[in-house]
């Protein structure tokens, strides 16, 4: 009998280490090895993809249903998308999403409040990339609490206008403005709409009670028609994400720092340069993709976002309209491009990239404006034959100078992007702050006297 049992147990303990032996075959970590991903990036997509089993959850189970169903919903499966990527750490997002709740009760709609969140918010978000960041991208619980941050900013301002007598505030405004008191589980589940809560979209908290109150449909009183569109976007991101998980082992921005690359020809640094910045934006194309960000979009469901949302590029429109009273264009489109190198994180990289991008949106405009007001260029842009021509010029321009940048943003730390911008001799920099000079003397030559006289009246 002891023999026997002896066996027995030898068996179950066999048994259980090749059980155990599959599960590691199994577990994400190898199979994240096999796709030449990391674990957290590997979390990171199945996240975005559960999207869509939850967008269809909602889509017949919940559409129309009490409120505070949806709420609950959106809670538990944001808190459990935060858990499933960080563990514990999703402590942060709650604790700076309860904090928020009750600096809205306690201070109410005041400037007071907007100017608190935005203080609190910004210093806890800027102590988490201080202490967690390193010389690499890192997928952490900083990358969806910066988004947190921009939606519990908005979410303050947004109730401070709610207080605003309505004749008072612009069309943007009257839109996003809350004219209720939000709950502790309506700002719970704003913040934490699986749809949104890792890599966003932006919306406003209005846009998310039109979600959850069933407005955004097609047809009132029937569910949206949305599965088609979800699927198309779907599709195109898994296209995009195909690519790039296939192309990204032979174009990286490592090899922007080998001696390899600097070994090239000019013409060389700067082609792989142009096609590394074209290439490295598909992941993130593929993440608005499969979320559904789309602006355009009609009402319904696009992707697991039942939403029509602005892209996040436009919160520095929003700072941008919110500083009018400075009454400087370029010093608005400044402060605010300032504003998100610092939301990006502290890395010395995002602020030069976002530099170089206030630098080309004043230069853009000062040639819009040559070409506009100067009857010899307005003539030679009119021409039809020439309009390839054009096209594969500013293709060229756009693509080259967004791969500059982008290699700011990429590389992070100062040593590692200087490297690079001295083996193309600051390319960027010398063509657009020569543009910056130049233009105004061609304007100045090229414009006629009576049409700058005809501007001033």
């Known amino acids: ?99 928020q709740f009750l600096i809205l009760r ?32 890192d997928i952490k619980w900083t990358m969806p609490h910066c988004v947190l941050t921009l939606k519990l900013i908005g979410l303050a301002v947004d109730y401070f206008d709610g207080g605003k007598d309505q004749n008072s505030l ?62 198309k976007r779907l599709s195109l991101g898994l296209f995009y994400l195909v690519g790039y998980t296939l192309l990204s082992p032979h174009i990286t921005e490592d090899y922007l720092l080998t001696e390899d690359y600097d070994n090239h020809p000019f013409w060389f640094r700067c082609m792989y340069m142009l096609i590394w910045g074209k290439f490295v934006l598909y992941k993130y194309v593929t993440c608005w993709l499969v979320t559904g960000e789309d ?36 010093l608005s489109q400044g402060l605010s491009l300032l504003f998100l190198a610092l939301w990006h994180g502290l890395h010395s990289g995002y602020l030069v990239c976002f530099q170089m991008e206030f630098l080309i949106v004043i230069v853009e405009r000062q040639a819009a404006r040559l070409i506009q007001e100067s009857p010899t260029l307005s003539k030679l842009a009119a021409i039809t034959v020439l309009q390839p021509f054009y096209y594969l010029v500013q293709q060229t321009i756009h693509w080259l100078f967004m791969g500059y940048s982008m290699t700011a943003f990429c590389l992070f730390t100062w040593d590692k992007w200087l490297k690079v911008y001295k083996s193309i001799y600051f390319l960027g920099h010398i063509f657009f702050l020569s543009l910056l000079f130049i233009l105004p003397y061609i304007h100045k ?11 001033m009246e």
Do not use: W
């Open 1 to 99: 009998m002891a023999s026997s049992a002896e066996g027995d147990e030898g068996t179950v303990v066999a048994l259980a280490g090749v059980l155990q032996s599959g599960f590691q075959e199994l577990s994400l970590n190898k199979l994240a090895t096999s796709l030449g991903a990391s674990e957290q990036a590997l979390r990171l997509i199945i996240s975005i993809f559960l999207g869509y089993p939850f967008a269809l959850f909602y889509r017949h189970y919940l559409f129309y249903k009490e409120t505070y169903l949806i709420h609950l919903f959106h809670t538990f499966t944001g808190l459990s998308i935060a858990y499933f990527n960080f563990g514990n750490q999703l402590y942060h997002s709650l604790l700076c999403i309860v904090l």
């Open 106 to 137: 306690l201070m109410g709609r005041t400037i007071t409040a907007v100017l608190t969140t935005f203080c609190f918010q910004m210093a806890y978000l800027l102590a988490g990339y201080y202490y967690t960041a390193t010389g690499n991208y």
């Open 170 to 231: 612009s069309s943007e405004q009257q839109k996003y403005a809350i004219r209720g008191v939000p709950s502790l589980l309506e700002v719970a589940g704003f913040s934490y709409f699986y749809g949104a809560f890792l890599v966003g979209p932006q919306f406003s908290m209005n846009h998310y009670m039109k979600l959850v109150q069933g407005e955004l449909i097609d047809i009132p009183g029937k569910i949206p028609n949305s599965i088609i569109p979800a699927l």
């Open 295 to 330: 602006p355009e979009a009609g009402g319904g469901m696009q992707g697991p976002v039942s939403l029509r949302v602005a892209p996040p590029t436009l919160f520095s429109s929003y700072i941008f309209k919110r500083l009018k009273f400075l009454g400087n264009k370029e």
């Open 445 to 455: 030559a090229m414009v006629p006297r009576k049409e700058k006289l005809k501007k």
